[in-house]
């Protein structure tokens, strides 16, 4: 690794987003990006194969394994992205998510002793629990989630806040609404949606389908995030990472089965009893003015999925 380049950690690299985030960064010749992730949810083949890109097998939740990489290198910035996700999931593990604060205060610590420039959060939607009104603002909507998973992303927001305050490292908190793209996994609705209706299998939904979403394509979230870097308006403030168009669930299941000429049927479950958001909008005017570009709108965004051959 030449001295002269910039050292970015990312963690939870192995993971959809994280991984396209490194893809993203290593557009950039000055960049080298160090990936850690212990496989909970990652996966080994999202990782860039890149001559400026090396992984490292780690919990960012134990400090003994986070600790002498952070030291080691002595990175210019961090992207914390590691902590359990997936609706299903992070509902059945409830203690487990609460140990993901843990991490968040390994890295803070660690990054403010090793002269680290600048730490990004994946915070997410899940914080403003069920809107008040829309679309959602990042100063007006009250952040009333209980579920943990979305605690956990409060009390983060909260530790990158007061690192700044008492110790001044510089922050970017992102708040995530759905992203997706071809190296989603198929935890999560889009991916879920797209594998069965390219197998000609049932699509389940939970309720009628009337839950209304926004849709991101992964491009969109990782211009974005790493364009959040070059730009300094961006220290120290929190941004919604979405699109904001909404289409209701049932929409998307049928946008799904006419885009892949699928055979297949939606299936009508009862509702989660925790965990599914009845609306959901975020308010990107902050988003679009560091972008400064249309979206990608969801047919398209589709269509890019189903053209990857991710599916099928």
């Known amino acids: 690794m030449e001295s002269n380049k910039t050292k970015i950690l990312i963690t939870g690299g192995a993971g959809f987003v ?35 890109c090396k992984f490292i097998v780690a919990d960012v939740n134990h400090l003994d394994e986070i600790s002498p990489i952070m030291t080691s290198y002595q990175f210019d910035y961090v992207y914390h992205y590691a902590a359990m996700v997936g609706v299903l999931r992070t509902l059945d593990n409830p203690i487990h998510v609460l140990e993901d604060i843990q991490g968040i205060k390994n890295v803070l610590t660690l990054a403010k002793s090793t002269g680290v420039k600048r730490v990004f959060f994946s915070s997410s939607s899940e914080v403003y629990g069920e809107p008040v009104h829309l679309p959602q603002n990042e100063l007006t909507t009250p952040l009333n989630s209980r579920l943990p998973y979305a605690v956990v992303k409060n009390v983060g927001e909260a530790y990158f806040r007061s690192f700044e305050q008492e110790y001044g490292l510089d922050y970017t908190i992102f708040r995530f609404f759905n992203t997706y793209g071809p190296k989603q996994s198929e935890d999560f609705v889009m991916s879920k949606f797209m594998s069965a209706a390219v197998k000609g299998e049932d699509i389940t939904i939970y309720g009628d389908g009337s839950q209304t979403r926004t849709f991101c394509f992964i491009d969109d979230n990782t211009e974005f995030c790493v364009g959040a870097l070059e730009n300094d308006e961006t220290i120290n403030q929190v941004y919604n990472v979405g699109n904001d168009i909404i289409y209701t669930i049932k929409d998307l299941a049928e946008l799904i089965i006419r885009k892949t000429n699928s055979t297949s049927k939606i299936i009508y479950l009862p509702p989660l009893k925790d965990g599914d958001m009845t609306r959901r909008q975020p308010d990107i005017s902050k988003m679009r003015e560091i972008l400064n570009r249309d979206l990608i709108q969801l047919e398209e965004g589709i269509e890019k999925v189903i053209a990857s051959g991710r599916f099928k």
Do not use: C, M, Q
């Open 18 to 52: 994280p991984s396209s985030t490194a893809e993203k960064l290593l557009e950039n010749p000055n960049n080298y990006v160090v990936l850690v992730d212990n496989f909970l949810t990652g996966r080994k083949e999202n990782i860039p194969n890149h001559p400026n």
